[in-house]
């Protein structure tokens, strides 16, 4: 295989032409590194470790991309990668690499998906739930759960937001009940802020 041409792409990035007319891209480093230019012979091996260098940086560029739009965790973007096509041994090559470079920290990302979902209200096992969801390792869970504020309130302003009247009948106490239990609260949970209600009535 013959290199019939070499030119800059982009910054930093070459398009690299074969004499059988297929074309790679690849970094600078990877065409110095290699000695790349124009009229090379190369190698069935040569080309075949230059075909794998290209697809493990179209595969970084495309993680990049992917989380540039909004974070994941480690096991979410090796799936994505994965559905996109990628080979797993280079979505894997991937995820490794941007944990070394600290683009991927799932302990953050843990972090974060605990304070989002409790500042939307909802209760311990709804955010679990979402943590599992999301591919964090549940040896994550605990630290980032330290991090949940008290719920007493929460649950308290959500069943009388529910409710709207000082005497709810009993459909609509099982109404508010069975939102607080799908929001992730517990029966305890749900008992106190009903207690509550009974001392305090609504406003």
């Not at 090379?40 to 091996?45: A, K, Y």
């Not at 260098?53 to 090796?78: N, Q, T, W």
């Not at 509550?196 to 009535?201: D, H, S, T």
């Amino acid at each position: 295989m013959t290199i019939t041409e070499l030119r800059e792409a982009s910054s930093g990035k070459f398009t690299v032409g074969f004499s059988d007319g297929s074309e790679m891209r690849l970094s600078l480093d990877a065409v110095a590194d290699l000695s790349l230019y124009r009229g090379r012979e190369l190698s069935n091996e040569e080309f075949s470790r230059l075909k794998a260098l290209a697809e493990l940086s179209s595969c970084k560029e495309r993680a990049l991309r992917i989380i540039g739009a909004r974070p994941l965790s480690e096991k979410e973007l090796f799936s994505k990668l994965v559905e996109k096509g990628e080979a797993a041994e280079n979505a894997e090559a991937c995820v490794e690499w941007l944990r070394k470079l600290h683009y991927l920290d799932d302990a953050q990302y843990a972090s974060m998906i605990v304070r989002h979902y409790a500042s939307k209200g909802y209760g311990l096992q709804k955010i679990r739930s979402e943590l599992f969801r999301h591919g964090v390792p549940k040896t994550l869970w605990e630290e980032a759960l330290e991090e949940m504020p008290e719920t007493e309130d929460k649950v308290y302003e959500l069943l009388c937001r529910k409710l709207g009247t000082n005497e709810p009948d009993r459909a609509e106490l099982k109404k508010a009940t069975d939102m607080l239990f799908r929001r992730g609260f517990s029966w305890d949970e749900i008992k106190s802020a009903l207690s509550r209600l009974r001392i305090e009535g609504l406003d």
